[in-house]
């Protein structure tokens, strides 16, 4: 069993910043490609940035140039470091990592639960 928890979600004002961060707990034995999705109210879910276990990012067109996504492997943390935000940018975060297990040598997905970014003037 493995459980991911998102934090450092809030409001923010337009042009402001955000770090968010994810960190892995239990019986994990490697951790392969993580990412952020993110979903606004009416919109699907949508893949916001991702990084493998080598570090090679991809990212959305949309935030490009204003998202960095970054891990520690020591710590089975991911964040997303997110500048110059925008009101288009307001929805909840979810992240996501494949994850292999000390039980199970199949990589399977999970997901946290999810924190609301708010960007408001």
């Known amino acids: 069993q493995v459980q991911l928890v998102e934090s450092g979600g809030g409001l923010v004002q337009p042009g402001g910043s955000l770090r968010l961060s994810c960190a892995a707990s239990?019986?994990?034995?490697?951790?392969?490609?993580m990412g952020w999705h993110r979903q606004a109210p009416g919109k699907q879910r949508e893949l916001v940035a991702s990084?493998?276990?080598?570090?090679?990012?991809h990212y959305a067109d949309s935030v490009k140039g204003r998202f960095t996504i970054s891990r520690d492997n020591a710590k089975n943390t991911v964040y997303l470091q997110m500048n110059s935000l925008k009101p288009e940018d307001t929805a909840v975060y979810y992240c996501?990592?494949?994850?292999?297990?000390?039980?199970?040598?199949?990589?399977?997905?999970?997901w946290g639960q999810g924190t609301q970014v708010t960007v408001s003037s």
């Open positions: 990084i493998s276990s080598s570090s090679t990012t």
């Open positions: 239990g019986s994990i034995f490697s951790i392969y490609v």
């Open positions: 996501n990592a494949d994850i292999a297990t000390t039980g199970d040598p199949l990589d399977n997905d999970y």
